[in-house]
């Protein structure tokens, strides 16, 4: 069984849960002797692939003349957008937009036929355009290579997956690791949408990371319920770096929020509950670790709040920097007014943290051992703080079940539910 | 001929208020007199009344062949006067009918047994005085909160004067030895120990309405005909639940009522059995052996121990700082903070704690109020910091005062 699968990110070249997802994914299916053909926007060179074939959509060659190639390149003058639609924002998105102006997108003319895309990856301006160009790639691919499903992660690949399932007639799979509602609340991005729904719909069967998801799906996509499975996320099992011992120069607990500092995220309920927190126990400090639009709104809230000595902003966090977060964290929040999945606190728990996550969150579905609150609900959010820090038995539930809990959330099962995907698929094309 | 021995379990908690952090040090409203108040009137329109006229008429119609007995706890009696005084009413009538025997047990429905004597020993003399006050009759029998008994707590339970002892016939403890049988404690051979059916009182407690079950629906004819069918040397079998089952746990729509009715009468009519109470048992049976219960047994789950209560590093913590606090309570005698200790000390608040419930019973999710056991930990323990503060602000002052010497070292 081979699967062509779409990505746009790939470690380490990731800006959040997404490229996590694939990558771990990947390697479940690759276990489970599923052959997997993944490609990507753009290599760096760094990338660490391990047994997975990766192919760079920007060294695929592509025939001006073919028909797929004229519709989307067409279409691509008009698809420029302003940058305020753009549903991530990021340090990585700023370090790839400097690069481009250094760079410019160009085409590079091989012959009179034959053309390569350069691709920047990420998140950049030309996001609309670079999504049209790689459905164009996919196209040839598709062509090119032999496999049985097609697999494309979130909406920047839906366009490709949809092209390749033309030119290949092979089953399509789209997983939808967020929707465009999570990331923009109701003010939506209509395109992103248009795309989104185009997806599901040419798609034979849309996996959802949880049943907030798939419900999202069904209620506000109008996909038909028959063919959105729900397969929750897994986590990786620790690197070894995180065994190293940190050292806290502070006597104080630790109450950590860590992920991009955005509307998605609930950053501001976290500096509430810290802000009620801090009135009962003034021995406790709050880190808010992370990037994004609303970031310079939190940090004045927090100095008007006059807790600036308690709160601490360290912004964009990644690798070892994140285990160290974790390793010195007491609490770790996650507010999030919707996440689809949300990776982290299993990241946390994995480090023996306990963890407070929204009740409007997927990996709230499979937790037992972690709080649960509103995430508009400022004052559980307040009291599940107190609670941990001040009952120590809480810690001690947390490092002897919630890491085990954790453990037993492997990649290797949503691996074999895909697989289990894969096979009904070509069951029914049979 | 063999016997047939009804008791029903009788309780409701004090729940508690939502008490978030910031409520320490500010109020001690912990009990949350609403839900109280609504959940009582509910379960009496639902289940106790109802209940009780079926039993009265069970009474009237059968005399002599059909009693029943009750262990009611303090903290439930206490929610009768206070919220539905119609309920204690109805229990009061079957009283007077002479057929009903009122158990003891522990006021506040507590797991005192297994931490503190003084505490146990309280509880029970309360419990005892307000059922000879309400029912007119003296507790000659005891049965444990949750059925919880070992070696060391039959001792206890004899030497406050009771003969006579209600237990679960936990698998583990009896081998192959039946629970249809009169038992006595290896550790005081005068306590007799009557031992719950599990099997068929669970027959009537969880699996009535559970269409899944391959003897669905249970009627009269079958569940007598399976008395019948023990062993012949078997001679009382001992159904032990709580009332709760009659319309709350079995709604009125699975005919659990009916089956109350008919179960009892045909049990009567055609078979001949009668339905007596542990007191009459006790003094018409012989124990055939003593049992032998080192470590406590209950009446919850599979394993049939403590786990459902205590056990866990939360249920641990909270049950620990409870109890700490006892002899500074004593000291202190203020009435009211020993009554919202004692609320406090209802086994309920540690089996909503309870974490076994991830991997198995649903039993434990439907009666917890609580989404989570760590979202019950955490409110139970805001409420009990408060409590501890109180207490200790007030064991300070008292001896300054009896000094009488320095004015001003009594913190504000």
């Known amino acids: 069984m081979k699967a062509l699968m779409f990505g746009w990110e790939f470690p380490p070249h990731i800006s959040g849960g997404l490229g996590t997802a694939c990558y771990g994914l990947t390697k479940a299916l690759l276990k489970a002797d599923v052959e997997i053909l993944f490609v990507v926007p753009r290599m760096f060179g760094d990338e660490e692939p391990g047994n997975i074939r990766l192919i760079s959509a920007s060294e695929v060659t592509v025939d001006v003349r073919d028909e797929v190639y004229k519709s989307h390149e067409n279409k691509i003058s008009i698809m420029e957008i302003d940058s305020t639609l753009l549903p991530y924002s990021t340090e990585e998105e700023y370090f790839h937009l400097v690069e481009q102006i250094e760079s410019g997108t160009r085409l590079e003319q091989l012959n009179l036929h034959a053309r390569k895309f350069k691709f920047m990856g990420g998140y950049g301006k030309n996001l609309m355009e670079e999504v049209r160009r790689y459905a164009i790639v996919a196209s040839n691919i598709a062509r090119d290579n032999t496999f049985d499903i097609i697999h494309a992660h979130d909406w920047l690949t839906y366009l490709a ?104 995220k609930g950053p501001e309920y976290f500096i509430e509950a810290a802000y009620k927190v801090l009135q009962k126990d003034p021995d406790v400090r709050f880190v808010m670790a992370g990037s994004g639009d609303l970031l310079p709104g939190m940090i004045r809230r927090v100095a008007k709040l006059g807790m600036a000595t308690r709160f601490h902003f360290t912004g964009f966090l990644k690798g070892d920097d994140v285990d160290r977060m974790f390793g010195l964290s007491d609490v770790y929040v996650m507010p999030s007014v919707s996440e689809p999945f949300g990776i982290s606190p299993l990241e946390a728990m994995r480090s023996s943290v306990p963890v407070i996550i929204s009740k409007q969150s997927g990996v709230a579905e499979v937790l037992n051992h972690a709080l649960k609150v509103d995430y508009w609900d400022v004052d559980a959010i307040a009291d599940a703080i107190y609670g941990v820090l001040h009952y120590p038995s809480m810690h001690a539930m947390f490092r002897n079940y919630g890491k085990a809990e954790v453990e037993n959330i492997k990649w290797d099962q949503a691996g074999m539910k895909v697989k289990n995907i894969y096979k009904r698929m070509m069951q029914a094309r049979s | 001929m063999k016997s047939i021995c009804f008791y029903f379990q009788v309780h409701q908690p004090y729940r508690l208020s939502s008490y978030r952090f910031f409520d320490i040090g500010a109020h001690d409203h912990y009990f949350d007199e609403y839900a109280n108040r609504y959940i009582m009137q509910q379960v009496a329109e639902k289940c106790y009344l109802p209940a009780n006229e079926v039993l009265l008429g069970l009474i ?219 007191s009459e048992l006790s003094e018409e049976l012989q124990p055939v052996a003593q049992l032998n219960v080192p470590y406590p047994i209950s009446w919850a789950d599979e394993e049939r121990d403590l786990t459902a209560w205590l056990g866990n590093e939360m249920q641990d913590e909270a049950f620990n700082k409870l109890y700490d606090i006892e002899s500074k309570i004593r000291k202190i005698k203020d009435d009211k903070m020993i009554r919202q200790w004692r609320y406090l000390q209802a086994s309920d608040h540690f089996y909503y704690m309870c974490t076994k419930w991830f991997s198995d019973g649903d039993v434990h999710k439907y009666f917890n109020p609580y989404s989570s056991p760590y979202d019950a930990f955490i409110n139970y323990m805001n409420i009990l910091s408060d409590l501890v503060i109180r207490v200790n602000k007030q064991a300070t002052r008292k001896p300054a005062k009896r000094a009488g010497t320095r004015k001003t070292d009594v913190p504000a």
């Open chain 1, 161 to 264: 997956g949809i092209e390749a399932r033309k030119v290949s007639g092979k089953p399509l799979v789209v997983h939808m690791h967020a929707t465009e509602f999570d990331r923009s609340g109701d003010n939506i991005n209509q395109l992103v949408y248009t795309i989104e729904k185009a997806g599901m719909e040419a798609a034979d069967m849309v996996i959802a990371v949880s049943h907030l998801t798939r419900n999202v799906v069904i209620n506000r996509y109008g996909i038909d319920p028959e063919k959105v499975i729900t397969v929750h996320n897994g986590v990786e099992p620790p690197r070894d770096s995180i065994s190293f011992n940190i050292k806290r120069h502070v006597d104080e607990k630790i109450v950590t929020f860590l992920g991009r500092i955005t509307y998605q």
């Open chain 2, 60 to 278: 009237k119609k059968h005399g002599e062949a059909f009693k029943v007995s009750f262990s009611i706890s303090g903290l439930a009696l206490e929610q009768f006067e206070q919220y539905a005084p119609k309920v204690l009413k109805s229990f009061q009538k079957l009283a007077e009918t002479g057929n009903v025997e009122f158990l003891a047990e522990t006021w506040a429905h507590s797991l005192a047994a297994l931490k503190s004597k003084r505490e146990f020993s309280e509880q029970v003399k309360m419990h005892v005085q307000k059922i000879k006050s309400l029912f007119g009759q003296k507790p000659v029998t005891f049965r444990n909160t949750e059925l919880v008994y070992s070696n060391d707590i039959g001792n206890m339970v004899y030497k406050l004067g009771f003969d006579t002892m209600l237990t679960e016939g936990a698998k583990h403890i009896l081998g192959w030895k039946s629970p249809n049988l009169m038992y006595c404690s290896a550790a005081n051979p005068k306590l007799k120990l009557l031992l719950k059916n599990f099997q068929l009182s669970d027959d009537i407690a969880f699996r009535f309405s559970e269409r899944a079950w391959n003897e669905w629906p249970l009627t009269a004819e079958k569940f007598v005909s399976w008395i019948e069918k023990t062993n012949p040397k078997d001679e009382v079998i001992n159904l032990f639940m709580d009332y709760e089952t009659f319309g709350e746990h079995q709604w009125a729509e699975t005919g659990i009522f009916e089956f109350l009715k008919s179960f009892p009468a045909l049990a009567i009519e055609k078979s001949g059995m009668h339905f007596k109470t542990p």
